[in-house]
């Protein structure tokens, strides 16, 4: 919906400057209005940058109380909120918008930062309070929404991405450390790739007083610590309730006053969301898929099938090698981080395609995998054997020594982790003497268990349940979920109705015996979205969407920047990487088989990512 920015100083007064610079850096998120405000005694300052959705002539940010004590600038959406506005006026406070935004400040007034267990959505904020020379910053429980930090001096910065940080004067450097563990691992909640520039970590508030700053936990998965009991309900009454909880939440974001579409893929989850989406809504929903020269990657003609068997409008998005070469740059200085397959690139170029269709809100399938088990590594998991001391054992053999930590502390390594370390298993070739000697002994996979509330959210529960949790707490928020700035880049607002957290907290009850049907994945969500599927996708494994890699072929523009990139006198300045064993791999490629090349991929694109990274950041 926007771009937040926030200043409070312990001493000096705020820079009027910075803050207006760090606004204008994020006004690709909010091109309708820019705002600022400066608090009297000049040490807080808060910025937005306004993407209309809801409230188009009233909603402005920075939005005030009644007495002027408390200020608010939201990124996000809150949902359900007419009926809490009622709530609130009934006891007493005067709105003076009629933005989602608004209901913050008063749910503030009455219950503090317990607020946050009344707001449902994709939100970050920032709100100040006057009256106790507070700054109360949150983000969402999953973490779609970002929200960044940084302390300099005696003061503290906050903004929705980065790169408005660096616009304020914050230096941009690399955290050396940050990037050797995200090489081989998505493993920080709370870091980023540059030195000094933190997250807050989903489902986390941050409160600053002039005495400091600390971050609080208001929510996390609390998966059950055992699923041996007998189930709650039948199939059938979960079925049920699964396709309410989904239709509900599909139905509240539709709620905007500007037209709302979707994105569709040939998959189970955005099929749902917009079979959901188009009985819900009075209009023809705009789908918007894109396509693909290759054959194994395109999806056009299961998803128009789709559409017209919800009467939706159907548009495609036809992409090439080309378009990703032109826009890999731009689409990797938005997301901040590195990339290790082309469809972030293609998520940013969809996206340019729905603003230029006039849409500013999209629904996505985003997020279902995750709380239904439904990624190919939890197959793999479970064919290896249903019981826990089984599945443990077996889990166990062959496990690669740099795993070690991981077995010693879980007792088995989950299958997503060991095809992580798989895929990044030629970094270490590449590394820089200096460099992989400065961080020999740095054990990546112990520091990633250890971020986590072990004895609350992992131990006594089920193998399975234990990989879910990793997964949504690491990759999710550090990789699925960076497109949401891909998709600001266009000011486009996407909406994840399977991150509902009501859904989600129905979800987690269910046992993890009857989330799949054999080997069947989704098994529950697939006959609950049944009444607004085809045959083909209901019947249809699940095939996730990913672009062709940049090195299926030789003959391609996206080949060739990368050829150019790595062996330039530009990647030879970074400090990470040897550039004589990265230039004799690029040698070889030509030579390669098309397996092997497809096995590079993601390294090669990452190191690319570092390349761009380091360039347009001046790092």
Sequence with gaps: MCGIV????????????????????????????????????????????????????????????????????????????????????????????????????????????????????????IL??????????????????????????????????????????????????????????????????FEGVYQVPPGHYLLATRQGVQLVRYWDLDYPRDDNSKPRYTNTEYIEQIRHKLEEAVKIRLRADVPVGSFLSGGLDSSAVLGIAAKHNSQPIRAFTVTFNEAGYDEEAIARETAAWVKADFQTIPLNQSDFADHIT??????????????????????????DSGYKVI?????????????????????????????????????????????????????????????????????????????????VYRLFLEQFDLQEQIVGRNPIIQSLYLWSKSILPNYSLFAERLEMAHAVEIRVPFLDHHLFELVREIPVSLLTHGMQEKYLLREAARPFLTDTVYTRPKHPFT?????????????????????????????????????????????????????????????????????????
């Design 6 to 125: 926030a200043m409070f100083s312990k001493g000096e007064p705020i820079s009027r400057e910075a803050l207006a610079k760090a606004t204008q850096q994020l006004s690709y998120r909010g091109p309708d209005k820019q705002c600022q405000w400066i608090a009297a005694h000049q040490q807080v300052g808060l910025g937005h940058t306004r993407l209309s959705i809801i409230d188009l002539t009233t909603g402005d940010q920075p939005i005030a109380n009644e007495d002027g004590q408390l200020h608010v600038i939201v990124n996000g959406e809150f949902y359900d909120f007419e009926r809490i506005q009622g709530e609130l006026k009934q006891k007493g406070h005067r709105l003076s918008t009629h933005s989602d935004s608004e209901i913050v400040l008063h749910l503030y007034e009455e219950f503090g930062t317990q607020c946050l267990h009344h707001l449902r959505g994709e939100f970050a904020f």
């Design 128 to 193: 100040w309070d006057e009256s106790n020379q507070l700054l109360f910053a949150a983000r969402d429980r999953f973490g779609i929404k970002p929200l960044f930090y940084t302390m300099v001096g005696d003061i503290l910065y906050l903004a929705s991405e980065a790169k408005a940080l660096f616009a304020a004067g914050v230096p941009a450097r690399w955290d050396q450390e940050s990037f050797f563990q995200q090489l081989f691992l998505y493993v920080n909640q709370d870091r980023t790739l």
């Design 330 to 355: 731009d689409a990797i200085w938005h997301a901040e981080t590195l990339d290790t397959n082309s469809r972030g690139v293609a998520r940013y170029l969809q996206s340019r395609v729905v603003h």
């Design 363 to 443: 629904l996505s399938g985003d997020g279902s995998d995750e709380i239904f088990a439904g990624y190919g590594h939890v197959k793999q998991d479970l064919r290896l054997n249903h019981t826990k001391q089984e599945l443990e054992n077996t889990l166990s053999n062959s496990t690669p020594a740099f795993l070690a930590s991981i077995q010693q502390i879980l007792g088995f390594v989950p299958s997503w982790l060991k095809n992580v370390a798989v895929d990044r298993a030629f970094f270490p070739v590449l590394l820089a003497p200096d460099y992989a000697l400065k961080f020999a002994k740095q054990d």
């Design 547 to 619: 672009a062709p890699p940049a090195t299926l072929t030789s003959n391609n523009r996206l080949y060739t920047l990368m050829q150019e990139s790595l062996r330039s006198s530009v990647m030879a300045s970074i400090p990470f990487f040897d550039q004589k064993t990265v230039i004799a791999l690029l040698d070889k490629l030509p030579t390669m088989t098309e397996r092997q090349r497809i096995a590079l991929d993601s390294t090669l694109l990452m190191l690319l990512s570092t390349y761009i990274l380091h360039s347009k950041y001046n790092l």
